[in-house]
């Protein structure tokens, strides 16, 4: 099992709805991150959060807004989306992101399989 | 351009075979990770290697890395079936701590 809960699993949402993804760790984890994932491709980095506050955003569109309310949680919040933002949105985390801790693995959740209709 | 050039992007194969993916880049790292992503699931480490010349063992799977931490490469023996997912080679930005995953290699093991 891992250690970074994802929920919804799956998610189907109209391009007017506003829907949430939501994360969650326990591991005294201080950096989170979002990706969006498609079918055979990497992971490609959407948003780092670095101690509660956004250090990288990847020059994501602003329909998809990221929120960490505190050091556990890390929320993407959707609204109109448009059918080619269908895809795996996976939820991560690494105790930090100094270069100290560059050899520490990030743990992903299983994602959040979303579909735009 | 890619950051880390990964090859073969697919690979289909039958159960027992030997197969080799390979990581490689004109930058130089200070380590190095290689991930597994099995269907439904987000990726997961394997392993990390630091130091030029470093070989691990995981089993079935043997992990290189190149004498000039440039490259990597992930040997799998005797593939079977619940070897089959996408391998991830990844590396972190200098100065931002991004991960930064190669293409990916999709491998197929078929029974």
């Known amino acids: 099992d891992t250690e970074v809960t994802q929920t919804p699993k799956h998610l189907v949402m109209g391009m007017t709805n506003k829907k949430s993804l939501k994360c969650e760790q326990h591991?005294?984890?201080?950096?989170m991150y979002w990706y969006k994932q498609k079918a055979k491709k990497p992971p490609e980095l959407m948003f780092v959060?670095?101690?509660?506050?956004?250090?990288i955003n990847e020059s994501v569109p602003s329909r998809f807004s990221p929120e960490c309310p505190n050091s556990s949680l890390l929320n993407l919040h959707l609204h109109a989306l448009q059918p080619e933002d269908s895809a795996l949105y996976l939820c991560?985390?690494?105790?930090?992101?100094?270069?100290?801790?560059?050899?520490?693995?990030?743990?992903f959740g299983n994602g959040t399989r979303l579909t735009v209709t | 351009t890619q950051l880390l050039e990964q090859s073969p992007q697919f690979l289909s194969i039958q159960e027992g075979e030997n197969l080799t993916v390979y990581c490689n880049s004109s930058s130089v790292f200070s380590s190095l990770q290689w991930y597994r992503q099995e269907p439904g699931e987000g990726p997961v480490l394997l392993v990390t290697?630091?130091?030029?010349?470093e070989v691990k063992k995981l089993k079935r799977l043997t992990f290189q890395f190149g004498d000039a931490r440039k490259d990597s490469s992930l040997h799998i023996t005797a593939a079977q079936p619940g070897d089959t997912g996408l391998y991830l080679c990844?590396?972190?930005?200098?100065?931002?701590?991004?991960?930064?995953f190669g293409q990916g290699t999709t491998l197929q093991v078929k029974p």
């Open positions: 959060y670095s101690y509660e506050k956004l250090s």
């Open positions: 591991m005294g984890h201080r950096a």
């Open positions: 990844a590396v972190r930005g200098s100065n931002t701590g991004k991960l930064i």
């Open positions: 991560a985390s690494s105790p930090q992101t100094a270069p100290s801790s560059y050899n520490s693995p990030l743990h």
């Open positions: 290697v630091v130091t030029g010349g």
